[in-house]
């Protein structure tokens, strides 16, 4: 039996950033907190419209940035959506419903990831702060791919026959080539009825 896996690329919003948020200038215009907000209010439409046709109890999440799962991930999902994160809001609306959220990344890529990106934002330089992004960036982008191969690996471990998987993750990454050959893959594609005919198909 195939397994099930929805990729959503999401839009980050500074909410999402953690401790981070004050130390990365988003540059937001007027413009992209509209789109971010239309983004938003388009993904959420669309799932609760998948939702409400499948059974939430087959449902497994997996979300970017995330390397535990179960009641600590619930909390941290929790914490994030008080703050304001429509992505951590979306996921705990399917939680309440019955999906099961599961680990998706490893905390030690994440820690060298975000020390990196601490130390560039932290430089108030504008010239020193480039010249970090450009030692760092062979560093950062070999660190982005571990990720997607370990985030793969975590829902090749994971997923269940039978039960469906959606990965909300950011747009530059690419976890399909390191996905069992078990696992059907469908990237979201704008279409709540596309994803349902999919998801229904034997």
Do not use: C
């Not at 999440?61 to 929790?78: F, K, M, S, T």
């Amino acid at each position: 039996m195939t397994r099930k896996l929805v990729v959503f690329p999401i839009v980050h919003t500074p909410q999402d950033m953690g401790s981070l948020r004050s130390s990365i200038s988003t540059g937001h215009t007027r413009d992209v907190e509209e789109f971010t907000r239309d983004f938003w209010l388009r993904l959420v439409g669309m799932i609760t419209k998948i939702v409400s046709h499948i059974d939430p109890i087959h449902l497994q999440i997996y979300q970017d940035g995330l390397p535990v799962g179960g009641e600590l991930g619930e909390a941290i999902i929790r914490e994030s959506a008080e703050s304001g994160s429509a992505n951590h809001r979306l996921i705990l609306s399917l939680l309440k419903k019955g999906a099961t959220l599961e680990a998706t990344e490893s905390p030690s890529l994440l820690k060298q990831e975000y020390e990196i990106i601490k130390m560039i934002y932290s430089e108030t330089n504008g010239q020193k702060r480039a010249q970090l992004e450009e030692r760092y960036q062979i560093q950062l982008k070999s660190i982005a791919e571990d990720r997607d191969r370990k985030i793969a690996e975590n829902i090749n471990a994971s997923l269940k026959q039978g039960n469906f998987g959606f990965l909300f993750i950011g747009a530059a990454h690419f976890v399909n080539p390191f996905l069992s050959s078990d696992i059907s893959v469908f990237t979201n594609d704008g279409d709540s009825e596309h994803i349902l005919r999919w998801l229904s198909a034997t």
